[in-house]
């Protein structure tokens, strides 16, 4: 995990420094060249690029992710004060779009010859396959212009002072990603429920007298969750970088706006700082779904002590 | 069968929690906006998020927009028409030889409470000439040669040599308090609003400031609102979270607002003018006559029909009405296809030629740049045009000269001087108006200064320095209850003291 870190860390300060000077993203018409070369080294964008990295290698080993070269505050107090709007955002529409996916795919599944069962199949393929932005703007067109329930966009300034406010704001984005997100993952669902319902002990246990419910809850559920957890995961992490999109269609001021804005200003410390933070949030989410499945799972569990007694004996 | 129970226990679930998150919107209240009393801030929205507080720093529109008149002050204040007036300064006395400028500062303390003082305008006016600077104007306030407080009140200042636009320049110069110490994410000037709040991505939020020495704010505050998406801005204010936006950057959404009937369309002059730039210093550009011949081919009316629904004007020279030196030169190089190619055959190109046209891909430049190939086919000029990013404009255009033609707005009020500078990017080198333009400068009366802007403004457009494809209008949409707000667009000035509602 730490060397994937490390790589990622290299490839991006490498990477964006390709993309040209950043101070040409800061200056007027009026700046002569001599402002321009004053203008790099008040950056520090002047000195060899391994000084530069050296540098800030040296500062995310104290915590210090460094201060934008464009709005010249502190990194990590922007990112903070941004996840304010993100976290929120992603684990609701997270929530909102399982709680989606779960009945409409196993429906889908298990009624699968049935006419909804086709029409709740075809729906999450209709909603997985519309791109994200393209949701919030039907969602804004239908919800804020013409039947003005719901704002176009935006977030309280005061953030969650007042939580009712910022729930509301978050109302149209949330939707947005939990539709397309939901049917993304009601699509792994039922089929994964289609596996499971082929499979011989499910026919065993309903042989063996028992009620359909109870052989779906005592042996499909346990044995389908595994696969699905780490699906979860990868979902989990698709949905942070789906509120990137969605940020910047509602203009909600999160991540996913500074990161934008970051590349859009060739701000590079605002845009490492938030790659970086995705990176390590989204090998965290890897991390813990490998976690959960092994503690679920006594197949992954006995394969891992088992590598261990080869180990000890070796 | 009790089996079919669960997953219908689960749709049910589903839909309650979707119904929850949707009541919960529409219990309270979606547009804060419009209906707030004369105790709630005022609205603005903006698509220019200044990228930072301190312009030092390298700045944008946005900060001029939102900061200056407002949050901070000069010695002077551009007005809404063009004109120049006294604000910390109660005005000033020139020297015989123009010299030597004494500025007499008036009462008024920044929001830390400290004094305006000489040594404040000393600090501000050498912060800006600093080498790491990227403050505007800094290369025309260059004049300065020297800055002393000559008591705590007055400040002299003494120029390298005459400059009849300092005091104008000066219009664009905060006074900071020398004492500040952190101006990225906090102010200390002199205006009539303090900064209450700075959230970098979404707002800016002022209040008025009690102890303001001049005519106190309309209104109860002012709230930016930062969008990065034009469409969410034009949705903010349709449904009510902002009340006015400070420019439309196309003419596309007027039709809704109109529509509405909520709304007043408030149509001013800016001083943005739409460019297609040569490198004149590069063949074919550097002949005239190639230049001429592309300027008639245009048909820079119906373009201007196009892109803003008439709206906007059409100029034939850098100078824009509002401004010192301006004529009407639309006809200068007439929109003329015979003419054209009659010019272009002159020149050795009868059979055409290509070019590469490097396009920024923001607001209009790609449309203008598709029109532009369009008008040229009819000559034989074969466009190829290379979209760009803003930056990368910046890099390879401005800073390398690397280009043989360009798209570009310029925004900056009396800019004409960018053609006296033959390193400018476009590379125009006129001896005359560079004579002209420094005469101007030193010119002893406004009239003489403004005759000698005029001749050179006529000569660059008799040379086809550049294409000056039409000036745009400035744009701005307000709820019907909004009154005061600024009608003209000088450079991105924004002065929101006198916007009230109701």
């Known amino acids: 995990m730490l060397l994937s870190l490390a790589l990622a860390v290299t490839v991006l300060f490498v990477v964006l420094r390709l993309l040209g000077n950043p101070v040409y993203a800061l200056i007027n018409l009026e700046a002569t060249p001599e402002d321009i070369r004053a ?21 995310l080993f104290r915590g210090d992710l460094g201060t934008s070269f464009s709005s010249h505050l502190s990194v990590s107090d922007e990112i903070l004060r941004r996840l304010n709007v993100t976290v929120p955002l992603t684990l609701i529409s997270f929530a909102l779009s399982v709680i989606i996916a779960i009945p409409v795919g196993f429906i889908a599944a298990w009624k699968s010859r049935t006419w909804y069962g086709t029409a709740f199949s075809a729906i999450s393929q209709l909603g ?124 909600l001021p999160g991540l996913g706006d500074m990161l934008i804005a970051g590349i859009r200003q060739q701000d590079f410390p605002n845009v490492q700082g938030v790659l970086l933070f995705s990176t390590v949030l989204v090998l965290v989410i890897g991390f813990l779904g490998d976690v959960l499945q092994r503690l679920l799972d006594p197949r992954l569990r006995s394969s891992l002590s088992g590598n261990r007694r080869v180990k000890a004996s070796a | 069968m009790s089996s079919t129970r669960r997953p219908r226990l689960l749709v049910g679930l589903a839909a309650l929690a979707i119904s929850a998150i949707a009541l919960t919107g529409c219990t309270s209240n979606a547009g804060s906006g419009t209906s707030g009393s004369d105790k709630d801030p005022i609205n603005v929205g903006s698509i220019y998020e200044p990228t930072s507080l301190d312009p030092i720093k390298g700045g944008s529109s946005g900060i001029t927009e939102a900061f200056t008149g407002n949050v901070y002050e000069g010695l002077f204040r551009i007005t809404d028409d063009a004109k120049v007036e006294p604000l910390l300064a109660t005005g000033y006395k020139v020297s015989e030889d123009g010299l030597t400028y004494t500025f007499p500062l008036r009462e008024a303390t920044f929001h830390s409470g400290d004094p305006v003082t000489a040594e404040d305008v000393v600090f501000s006016l050498n912060r800006i000439l600093s080498p790491e600077s990227l403050g505007a104007r800094k290369k025309q306030l260059s004049v300065i040669s020297n800055v002393v407080a000559t008591d705590p009140k007055t400040v002299t200042v003494t120029l390298s040599k005459k400059s009849s636009s300092f005091v104008y320049n000066l219009g664009y110069v905060w006074i900071i308090n020398h004492k500040a110490k ?11 609003y303090t900064l209450a709040d700075y959230r970098k991505g979404s707002s800016i939020s002022l209040s008025p400031y009690t102890k303001y020495w001049g005519d106190k704010p309309k209104n109860a505050g002012i709230e930016f609102h930062y969008y990065t998406d034009p469409t969410a801005l034009n949705n903010a204010l349709l449904t009510g979270q902002v009340d006015v936006i400070t420019g439309l950057t196309s003419p596309d959404a007027l039709p809704q607002f109109e529509k509405s009937g909520k709304f007043n369309i408030i149509e001013g002059t800016s001083t943005t003018k739409e460019l297609l730039a040569f490198n004149d210093r590069v063949a074919p550009f550097d002949n005239v006559q190639v230049r001429k011949a592309i300027y008639s081919a245009i ?52 059979d055409g030629f290509s070019f590469t046209l490097d396009t920024p891909d923001s607001g209009v430049h790609p449309t203008v740049a598709e029109f532009i190939k369009g008008e040229l086919a009819k000559i034989n000029i074969d466009v190829k045009i290379n979209l760009i990013t803003d930056d990368k404009w910046a890099e390879k255009v401005y800073g390398a000269h690397d280009f043989q033609a360009t798209m570009q707005d310029h925004v900056n009020d009396r800019d004409i001087y960018f053609y006296q500078n033959p390193d400018f990017y476009w590379g125009y080198n006129n001896a005359d108006v560079q004579k002209w333009l420094d005469e101007a400068e030193a010119a002893a009366t406004p009239q003489e200064q403004s005759d000698l802007i005029a001749k050179a403004n006529k000569q660059i457009s008799d040379d086809a320095a550049s294409v000056w494809l039409y000036l745009n209008p400035q744009l701005r949409v307000a709820a019907k209850d909004i009154k005061g707000v600024p009608v003209n667009g000088m450079n991105s000035l924004f002065y929101v003291s006198k916007i009230t509602r109701g």
């Open chain 1, 39 to 59: 203008a790099s080294a008040a950056l520090g964008v002047d000195r060899p690029i391994f000084v530069q990295f050296a540098d800030y290698i040296g500062g």
């Open chain 2, 182 to 192: 952190d101006l990225t994410s906090t102010e200390d000037g002199s205006g009539p």
């Open chain 2, 299 to 350: 048909d820079r009316k119906k373009l201007l029909e196009s892109i803003w629904d008439g709206r906007g004007q059409l100029i034939g020279a850098m100078v824009p009405p509002s401004e010192p030196g301006y004529l009407d030169l639309k006809d200068n190089n007439p929109y003329d296809v015979d003419l054209a190619k009659k010019l272009l055959a002159e020149s050795g190109h009868a």
């Open chain 1, 128 to 251: 997985g396959a519309i791109p994200v932005f393209w949701v919030g703007i039907l969602l804004v067109t239908l919800f804020a212009l013409n039947l003005g329930v719901l704002p176009a966009g935006g977030f309280p300034r005061q953030d969650w002072a007042d939580p009712l406010d910022a729930l509301t704001s978050l109302t149209l984005p949330v939707l947005t990603i939990a539709i397309v997100s939901g049917s993304e993952l009601a699509r792994y669902v039922r089929s994964a429920t289609l596996d499971i319902l082929d499979r011989d002990y499910l026919r065993t246990a309903r042989a063996l007298g028992q009620p359909f419910s109870t052989a779906l809850w005592r042996h499909a559920l346990r044995n389908g969750i595994v696969p699905v957890i780490s699906i979860l995961a990868i979902q989990l992490a698709t949905t942070f970088v789906g509120a990137v999109v969605v940020e910047n269609v509602f203009a």
